[in-house]
Structures are given as C-alpha cells and as structure tokens.
T-cell receptor, first 114, second 110 residues
Framework: DTAVSQTPKYLVTQMGNDKSIKCEQN?????MYWYKQDSKKFLKIMFSYNNKELIINETVPNRFSPKSPDKAHLNLHINSLELGDSAVYFC?????????????FGPGTRLLVL | TQLLEQSPQFLSIQEGENLTVYCNSS?????LQWYRQEPGEGPVLLVT?????EVKKLKRLTFQFGDARKDSSLHITAAQPGDTGLYLCAGTGTASKLTFGTGTRLQVTL
C-alpha cells in the first residue's frame, strides 16, 4: 500500500531518446509535484499540479512536459534527452495547495543519460 | 531568488555525540520544514516551524526557527547510527513552493 509510487526506479538511456516517468499517489491528495535532485543532492522543484491544473513551472526546458490525467497521477515526459538531464527525479504529493502542508515523496527515479 | 545555505555540508561523528546543523538565508520565510532523506529513498518530513523563535522537539531532535524567520537549526542529542542520512531544510516564501537548502550529510558511526 505504497503512498506515492514511481516507475521506473532506474532508467538508463541514450542521448536524444524520449522517455516517460510515471507517478501515482493513493492518498487522495489534491496537489502533486515533480522535483529534480542533482548529483550534489540539491533538490529543486520543477512542476506542481493542483486538481490536474498546472500551478508551477519552474523555468524547466520545454523538452520536459508533465501530464496529469487525473488527481492521482502525474507523469513526466522528457524529449531529446541530454547528458545534463541525468539526476534523480522525485514525485511528491500534498493534501492541498498550501506550502505548509506535508509533502509525501516517492522513492525516486534514477535517470542516467549516456 | 531565495537561497538556503546549510552548514556543515558533511558531518561524521561517533555514536553518543551531539551535533547542530544550521540553515541560513538572507530572505524571510513564512515557515520552514526539515526533512531527512535516506539513501535510495525520498525525503521524509520531520517537522514544520512557523513562528519566529519557535522551538520544537522530536525525541532527541530539537528544531529552532530564528526570531527573524531567516534561519533555523537542528540539534541532535546523543546521535545514533539510525540518525545517518541527508538532512534538508526547506522554506516557504512568497511563491507557493518549497525552496530546499543545500543539504547536510550526517554519518554516525559506532
């Protein structure tokens, strides 16, 4: 009964490929997020969605396109992968769109672009 | 851009020692959270502090929010190997998002 799940856990791919990462939460939360954690462990928000509506888009290249088919899912599609995209991508959710709410993180997707 | 600097970056101590991790910014935050992240997992929330000067205790962990709401500290008493992990502070400011700190990696050995 995992609260926030991501697939795949590991993703190794060649430069120029297109890939998707999926996220699902079974907590009934309204808000979902994508974060990127670089090799120095710095965690930065990329996107947030509230009730399937895009709220935050943090100057992320437009090769990254999030999609929220319903409140429980937030997927991330990446076109034309670059070496610099290698990182750990975390999905998170919170009950409501309020920053003081607890955010529940998934286990992460480790992306390596060769 | 709001930045949160954590110090130290790395800390290796023996079981039973005390330690303090600092989280500093030149910006004011409306609230501040502390997370712990273990290898291969996502961050897990430890505490949220909201009021300037607020002190919260979680067993051997003591969290303090600065009076001016620009800084915070995490003090661990009698550290144990189970405390090992990456500690992240995160602040909420004018935008509806969390800004994470630079992180402190703690290693507690027997």
């Amino acid at each position: 009964d995992t609260a926030v799940s991501q697939t795949p856990k590991y993703l190794v791919t060649q430069m120029g490929n297109d890939k998707s990462i999926k996220c699902e939460q079974n907590l009934g939360h309204d808000t979902m997020y994508w974060y990127k954690q670089d090799s120095k462990k710095f965690l930065k928000i990329m996107f947030s969605y509230n009730n399937k509506e895009l709220i935050i888009n943090e100057t992320v290249p437009n090769r990254f396109s999030p999609k929220s088919p319903d409140k429980a899912h937030l997927n991330l599609h990446i076109n034309s992968l670059e070496l610099g995209d290698s990182a750990v991508y975390f999905c998170a959710s919170s009950p409501r769109l309020a920053v003081w709410e607890t955010q529940y993180f998934g286990p992460g997707t480790r992306l390596l672009v060769l | 851009t709001q930045l949160l600097e954590q110090s130290p970056q790395f800390l290796s101590i023996q079981e039973g020692e005390n330690l303090t991790v600092y989280c500093n910014s030149s910006s004011v935050f409306s609230s501040l959270q502390w997370y712990r992240q273990e290898p291969g997992e996502g961050p897990v929330l430890l505490v949220t502090v909201v009021t300037g000067g607020e002190v919260k205790k979680l067993k051997r962990l003591t969290f303090q929010f600065g009076d001016a709401r620009k800084d915070s500290s995490l003090h661990i008493t009698a550290a144990q190997p189970g405390d090992t992990g990456l500690y992240l502070c995160a602040g909420t400011g004018t935008a509806s998002k969390l800004t994470f700190g630079t992180g402190t990696r703690l290693q507690v050995t027997l």
